[in-house]
């Protein structure tokens, strides 16, 4: 009897000496869908490997900003994140082509690109050290404004605000001779009150979450930029796991992130709507003016290119795509 108890509490520590706890952090506050979603996943995936992979999440932002969760997944204090696209521009810098100004005119375009591209975008993060699970839509970004923007020079006379540590944004800003206002999110809402600004750039169900929809008047339906993210665990932590344990891995975080991308758009398509019932004003450009934007983005995209934002390979694949889908209207 005494040397089966000692050979379950061998079999029982062998058993937890395999296990591995991967560390997540994201932006996302608890009680979020996305947060509830990759809590399900996490749940799915102990259950499945029978405890030998255990998902900690660290939500809120509290492990820091992008820079600094990388730094700490480098020295595997954390194992992973889940981040918006341009967090992984020095792994792969391609991947912020579907970022580039005034690129969609709608979903639908978003869909035949995404449909060709996301796979090369999943393997230049996979060659970068990065193990992602599918592009994760955040919608497309508008500019909304206390005063009303539908050209170039409105755009220009605004007081615009750029998040923090986003430096690709803040080149698209630059390329089309903005000075943008960099602030922390946390701080939008006060800079709006104040007039220390009084434009942003952000997704519809992200200015009605923050309250930001509260301080501004007009919205331009002008998608700006598209915005995606992805889970990403890092190359080192994920090899450490067995085969069967990464399919699982796989296969849950795939399906979730599946899922988080469905609901996002739905969710920004009904808060779409729901700014116009909370009181904003849908400004529509007109043909000249929207002809001129697109012009502009087209020369800013240019630049962005020679500062070697991502290649112009990329952009012509993407251009090409968008051209063929256009014609087939």
């Known amino acids: 009897m005494r040397s089966l108890t000692v050979t379950a509490i061998l079999s029982i520590t062998a058993v937890m000496a395999q296990a591995e706890e991967l560390k997540i952090s994201t932006q996302y506050p608890d009680g979020n869908a996305v947060l509830n979603e990759l809590r399900r996943a996490g749940e799915a995936i102990k259950a499945q490997t029978e405890g030998r992979v255990d998902i900690r999440y660290y939500p809120g932002g509290v492990m820091g900003d992008d820079q600094a969760v990388q730094r700490k997944i480098r020295i595997g204090q954390l194992q992973g994140a889940f981040v918006q696209s341009g967090a992984l521009a020095n792994a792969f810098r391609d991947s912020q082509v579907l970022n580039a100004p005034l690129l969609f005119r709608n979903y639908d375009e978003v869909d035949a690109v995404r449909a060709q591209l996301d796979g090369d975008i999943e393997q230049g993060f996979a060659e970068g050290g990065w193990q992602t699970f599918g592009l994760i839509e955040a919608g497309f970004a508008y500019g909304?404004?206390?005063?009303?923007?539908?050209?170039?020079?409105?755009?220009?006379?605004?007081?615009?605000?750029?998040?923090?540590?986003?430096?690709?944004?803040?080149?698209?800003?630059?390329?089309?001779?903005?000075?943008?206002?960099?602030?922390n999110i946390g701080d939008v809402l006060t800079a709006l009150q104040t007039g220390a600004i009084d434009?942003?750039?952000?997704?519809?169900?992200?200015?009605?979450?923050?309250?930001?929809?509260?301080?501004?008047?007009?919205?331009?339906?002008a998608p700006f930029m598209y915005t995606y993210g992805v889970l990403a665990l890092s190359d080192r932590a994920f090899s450490q796991l067995t085969a069967a344990d990464q399919a699982i891995v796989e296969a849950e975080f795939g399906n979730a992130s599946a899922t988080i991308d469905r609901q996002t758009r739905q969710d920004n398509l009904r808060s779409f709507a729901a700014l116009e019932t909370l009181g904003i004003e849908i400004v529509e450009p007109g043909e000249a003016d929207r002809s001129a934007l697109e012009a502009e983005s087209e020369a800013a995209t240019r630049l962005l290119i020679e500062r070697d934002q991502f290649s112009a390979g990329i952009y012509e694949k993407v251009s090409d795509i968008l051209v063929r889908h256009r014609d087939a209207l």
């Open 144 to 183: 909304m404004s206390q005063q009303p923007i539908t050209s170039m020079d409105s755009l220009k006379a605004r007081k615009l605000w750029l998040p923090a540590n986003d430096p690709f944004s803040e080149q698209i800003a630059r390329a089309f001779g903005i000075n943008p206002i960099v602030l």
């Open 199 to 221: 434009a942003i750039v952000a997704p519809p169900v992200g200015a009605i979450t923050l309250q930001w929809y509260s301080r501004v008047d007009y919205l331009t339906d």
